[in-house]
């Protein structure tokens, strides 16, 4: 087992450094509003848009995210990992069951407050209630968790209950 700095280390090799999280939204509403419309264009690349980068993870989430600390000590590479592929199969679950419908959001909740951990503010699960094309309103935990940092909201995992 590496010691957790040389883990980062590697896992930072090739990665420019991130200085703030780029993209996203200016707030959680805007995001979220966006993944949305995203989701009703069955548009990829601005779901992923919407998410966090290898980079940031890196540099700005992991080294304070509390799996990362004592006691769980969860090496980076595992944890991107782990995060990268809960992420693109809740995005894979998201596309085929509501991709391409037409989607108007009525509200979200992401819980109360969100977490500290260091200069990141994580909130999450968050459930997205819309209003579907048949006029049933839809309520599904589509966003796993949103990370904030510097005023700036990104997506850090679309993990959810789909099938």
């Given at each position: 087992?590496?010691?957790r700095a040389e883990a980062l280390r590697r896992f930072r090799e090739g990665l420019p450094p991130?200085?703030?999280?780029?993209?996203?939204?200016?707030?959680?509403?805007?995001?979220?509003?966006?993944?949305?419309?995203?989701?009703?264009?069955?548009d990829t690349a601005a779901i992923v848009d919407l998410a966090i980068t290898r980079g940031e993870?890196?540099?700005?989430?992991?080294?304070?995210?509390?799996?990362?600390?004592?006691?769980?000590?969860?090496?980076?590479?595992?944890?991107?990992?782990?995060?990268?592929?809960?992420?693109?199969?809740?995005?894979?679950?998201?596309?085929?069951?509501?991709?391409?419908?037409?989607?108007?959001?009525?509200?979200?909740?992401?819980?109360?407050?969100?977490?500290q951990e260091g200069e990141n503010r994580v909130y999450g699960p968050c459930v997205v209630r819309?209003?579907?094309?048949?006029?049933?309103?839809?309520?599904?935990?589509?966003?796993?968790?949103?990370?904030?940092?510097?005023?700036?909201?990104?997506?850090?995992?679309?993990?959810?209950?789909?099938?």
């Amino acid at each position: 087992v590496l010691p957790r700095a040389e883990a980062l280390r590697r896992f930072r090799e090739g990665l420019p450094p991130a200085e703030s999280l780029t993209g996203g939204a200016e707030s959680r509403d805007a995001l979220v509003q966006s993944f949305i419309q995203a989701l009703a264009r069955r548009d990829t690349a601005a779901i992923v848009d919407l998410a966090i980068t290898r980079g940031e993870f890196a540099y700005l989430y992991y080294p304070t995210a509390t799996q990362g600390l004592p006691p769980y000590d969860l090496e980076p590479g595992l944890m991107w990992f782990m995060l990268f592929e809960a992420s693109n199969q809740g995005i894979r679950r998201a596309l085929q069951t509501y991709g391409g419908k037409p989607l108007r959001m009525l509200d979200y909740d992401c819980g109360s407050g969100g977490v500290q951990e260091g200069e990141n503010r994580v909130y999450g699960p968050c459930v997205v209630r819309w209003r579907a094309e048949s006029g049933d309103t839809v309520s599904a935990r589509l966003l796993s968790q949103v990370v904030e940092r510097g005023g700036r909201f990104k997506v850090l995992s679309y993990a959810n209950k789909l099938r």
